[in-house]
């Protein structure tokens, strides 16, 4: 066992069902064997069906906690879920840019069961003070329409969100119709790769909190962000194919070691 394992700073919402949010981040670096330094964003009322209510974490108290953190314990890599509020970002900007570590972010905008989760202006406050911070950003591809209407198609939201300054984007097709899942990642340098993963039978929540926490799991390990991303969707899709049933709605991916 190592004394000291590689570390990932998460700032995610807390899911009272434990199938999204922190507690994804949690046990999913843990499978790692990554310590998790976790920070709440957002307190959610919510079900295995849809979220509630969202209460963000004040940006002031973030700012405290991330000064106090970051003072006695370096993170090796970042991963961003939900974000409570616009006013969060400016703090969580500030302290990322101190940081010289790979950031992941995932851009949650909407629940799987429906729920907005943020407000109107806040994809445009994300596109313009986080993406040029961030390493690999994982929309679905709703997500990716919402952050670039103007967007003709998936491949000019790519490049949008590109333009804005994140150094690769991952646009996953969970949410697409299709026999297969398709997923996109988009480079600076104009490449292109495509993954096709079998649709399973279920459908789950949690299942993009998962796919970004595998993700900066091997980034903090050391693997190029081509082979984190390759790695990150393996890893995820092992979990969905062995997901459980906690309420009796989405499923949650088996996260829990083998
Ligand atoms: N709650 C929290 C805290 C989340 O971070 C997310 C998504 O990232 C959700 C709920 C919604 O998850 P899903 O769309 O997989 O149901």
Redesign the pocket.
Known sequence: MLLSPPRVLCL????PMG????QADIETLAAHRIHTLSLVT?L?V?DSRN?RRVVATDPALLDEQLSVLLADAQPDAVKL??LGSAAQLPVIAAHLARLSVPVVC?P?LR???GAA?VADGFPDALRGQLLPLVTVLTPNAAEARRLVPDGVDLAGCGAALLADGCARVLITGGDEPGASVVNHSYGRDMTTRRWLWPRLPET??????TLASAIAARLALGDSVDDAIDAGQRWTQAALARAIAVGGG?RIPGRMPA
């Open positions: 995610s919402g807390l899911d199938g999204a949010g922190l957002a959610t919510q979220v879920g939900l995932d949650v629940a799987g069961g989760l789950f929540h949690g299942a993009g909190c989405r």
